[in-house]
């Protein structure tokens, strides 16, 4: 095993202008004011969404319907499909409590809780909230046919520090939409859990952001852009073939094009069906983001450069 993550992308003139795209979105959204009931309806339906959507991706059944009506009034027994849906509703509504109140740290105790939460009545307890302790492949649903075999087990624990480590190191210098994306599809490759591994991704990678500063609990759902095309979004994020034989040679670039350009649509659709009270004042941090959210990015500023001077070439791994 390799014991440095270093991957490989390339900052293309379709990353840069998502990026540049996404910092417009967010401060056009983070100059409108909403009142309370209006909030409380977005997260409400943010929260109705994903937990349809990151379920769905997973092969449940539930149609958005049914998942309100759970959602609104759980029933008494459960089937797995139902309780998969008041799961992730669950871990969402947690989450974005401590948010709201503490903030929270993306960490390995973290993601084994977030786990622990989605796959709750689900798995076996020692299945549940903690790393896989044998091996796993990814099968393709259409033939059956083994397509990805992720690392052993044995070095979960430290493929996942080490991922870890790379998002905190690399936090100042480069783009918090890049290091967010590297994260969801590594988090997928690695394939910590013995199942889970798709929904707590998504929603670590959620965390991250809102730790970053840009909050998407609140606003919308962008797993449901990766539902719309579930073989699309397996297509981006996966990989065929052994780890090992994989780990150096994965090009993240298609992947962060893909992620950003959902939110940028989920963005815009949260700005289409929003109506502003009134404009908010200049140091209020907005409906979607954080204090600490630069809209002036590192990597806009390189989008901005380059516009002004069409000859410049930006690339950077790891």
Partial sequence: MSSVFSPRYTITERLLTNIKQINILVENLN???????????????????????????????LPLTEVKKILKSTPHHLR?????????????????DKIKKEGVSLSIPLILTIQKGVTSGLLPKQESGHFRKSPVVVNDPRTGKIVFIPPDETDI??????????????????DHLILAGIFHKQMVLIHPFSDGNGRTARLA?????????????????FENYYNRN?????????????????????????????FTEGII??????????????????????????????????????CEARQAHPGLRFQETG
């Avoid at 797995?80 to 974005?96: G, M, P, T």
């Avoid at 430290?158 to 190191?169: C, E, F, V």
């Avoid at 996966?238 to 670039?253: A, I």
């Fill in 265 to 302: 649509e989920n963005l815009a659709t949260s700005r289409r069906r929003s109506k502003p009270t009134h404009q908010l004042p200049a140091k209020n941090p907005g409906l979607c983001q954080s204090a600490r959210f630069d809209p002036r990015s590192r990597l806009r500023q390189a």
């Fill in 157 to 174: 624990k430290a493929l996942m520090g080490d991922l870890l480590n790379y998002i905190s190191k690399k936090r100042k210098a480069t």
């Fill in 31 to 61: 100059h409108r004011n909403f009142p309370k009931v209006v909030q409380f309806e977005f997260e409400k339906t943010a929260r109705e969404v994903s937990s349809f959507a990151s379920t769905s991706i997973e092969g449940n059944p």
């Fill in 80 to 96: 797995d499909s139902e309780r998969e849906v008041i799961n992730y509703n669950q871990v969402l509504a947690d989450l974005n």
């Fill in 230 to 258: 579930v073989s699309r979004y397996f297509q981006m994020v996966g990989e065929q073939g052994d780890y090992y034989e994989l780990e150096r040679k994965v090009n993240f670039t298609p992947w962060l094009e893909y």
């Fill in 205 to 221: 990678t959620k965390v991250l952001l809102a730790e970053m500063g840009l909050n998407t609990f609140n606003l919308f759902s």
